[in-house]
Antibody
Framework: EVQLVESGGGLVQPGRSLRLSCAAS????????MYWVRQAPGKGLEWVSY????????GYADSVKGRFTISRDNAKNSLYLQMNSLRTEDTAFYHC????????????WGQGTLVTVSS | EIVLTQSPGTLSFSPGERATLSCRASQSVSSTYLAWYQQKPGQAPRLLIYGASNRATGIPDRFSGSGSGADFTLTISRLEPEDFAVYYCQHYGSSLPITFGQGTRLEIK
């Protein structure tokens, strides 16, 4: 069974940093691209970042470019999101999601971890 | 960047009825790159449809997707109580970025 479990969320002040983790199991993690998608409380879905299986192809939404960094450790079956210079508008549940084969849709999602940016 | 519009924001139906949800793209897109997700309160989204009309693994056949060009539809043939949720369409293209519609909430009448 595919499982994606996010951690690392919490309350942080504007301008500070936070690092999220996603622990994957139930599939060959090192063979799939992975994503971060966020959802502000009560709002819709927003794609944040993508990282290919070999860390060669990377993408960021304009809203986080230059502030967030995605990375992975295939030996540890883990995906990360380093979030710097956080803003109040970054407050959201952050989900990791697995790429479905060769297409850019998501076949499995984690439950998410809540990041609250507030003074 | 493709903008997806889902309207209306909320639809009200009774169990057993047929529901049709709309997703309109800001320009013509390949149907290969259109997906639908279901999200229930407190849960992660679940993939329903990919490639506009292909059901994901384990999705009941009462869910179907259709459409082409800029207009796409998710149809639920006979609503079950567990189908009342929020539904999102997604365009994923052959490259990034990925975009979502703002969602349609399906509520019990």
């Amino acid at each position: 069974e595919v499982q994606l479990v996010e951690s690392g969320g919490g309350l942080v002040q504007p301008g500070r940093s936070l690092r999220l983790s996603c622990a994957a199991s139930g599939f060959m993690f090192g063979e799939y691209g992975m994503y971060w998608v966020r959802q502000a409380p009560g709002k819709g879905l927003e794609w944040v970042s993508y990282l290919s299986w070999n860390s060669v192809n990377i993408g960021y939404a304009d809203s986080v470019k230059g502030r967030f960094t995605i990375s992975r450790d295939n030996a540890k079956n883990s995906l990360y999101l380093q979030m710097n210079s956080l803003r109040t508008e970054d407050t959201a549940f952050y989900h990791c999601a697995k790429r479905a084969g060769s297409d850019y849709y998501f076949d499995y999602w984690g439950q998410g971890t809540l990041v609250t940016v507030s003074s | 960047e493709i903008v997806l519009t889902q309207s209306p924001g909320t639809l009200s139906f009774s169990p057993g009825e047929r529901a049709t949800l709309s997703c309109r793209a800001s320009q013509s897109v390949s149907s290969t790159y259109l997906a639908w997700y279901q999200q229930k309160p407190g849960q992660a989204p679940r993939l329903l449809i990919y490639g506009a009309s292909n059901r994901a693994t384990g999705i009941p056949d009462r869910f179907s997707g259709s459409g082409s060009g800029a207009d796409f539809t998710l149809t639920i043939s006979r609503l079950e109580p567990e189908d009342f949720a929020v539904y999102y369409c997604q365009h994923y293209g052959s490259s990034l970025p990925i975009t979502f519609g703002q969602g349609t909430r399906l509520e019990i009448k």
